[in-house]
């Protein structure tokens, strides 16, 4: 699909070229076309971004943007996680409907992956991409 070119465009070149470069509007585009099917807010997905609403409002009309290192990062983060969700699930449901589902495993302590991310936290984020990710290796 179309979200793993542009996957593979961000680790192809180097983060000082992409920072502004149009594989970066386009990625950023992409996440947010997937938080969005993850029902996120405008302001929910400039918080898990670290990017400011204009910025989210300007993927969404596929405008250019410039990110920063933790901005791709995070960025790279939901692409993956959204990636192993489609390695792990075959229906829409469950690929999109995961991050919304109370999880009692011990990082989770009963909250969703969506709850975590929404705090903003770029360490957090990781830690949900982590968990996330390990499902495709069956780790988790």
């Known amino acids: 699909t ?3 070119i542009y996957y593979l465009e961000i680790h192809m070149q180097a ?8 594989a970066a509007s386009k990625s950023l ?5 997937i938080l969005t ?4 807010t405008t302001e929910q997905m400039a ?5 400011s609403t204009a910025s989210i409002n300007r993927a969404k009309r596929k405008g250019n943007v410039s990110l920063s290192r933790d901005q791709l990062d995070r960025v790279s983060y939901i692409l993956n ?12 449901e469950n690929v999109y409907g995961f991050v919304r589902k109370r999880n009692h495993n011990p990082f989770f302590n009963g909250a969703t992956p969506f709850d975590l991310m929404v705090q903003g936290s ?3 984020l990781y830690e949900v991409f982590k968990r996330v990710d390990g499902l495709r290796g069956a780790q988790w």
Do not use: C, Q
């Open 122 to 124: 770029m360490a957090t």
């Open 15 to 22: 983060v000082t070229e992409l920072a502004s470069s149009n």
């Open 81 to 92: 996680m959204h990636a192993a969700l489609r390695t792990v699930f075959d229906n829409p």
């Open 37 to 40: 099917k993850w029902k996120a």
């Open 47 to 51: 918080t898990i971004l670290g990017v």
């Open 2 to 4: 179309i979200f793993y």
């Open 29 to 33: 585009h992409v996440a947010v076309n």
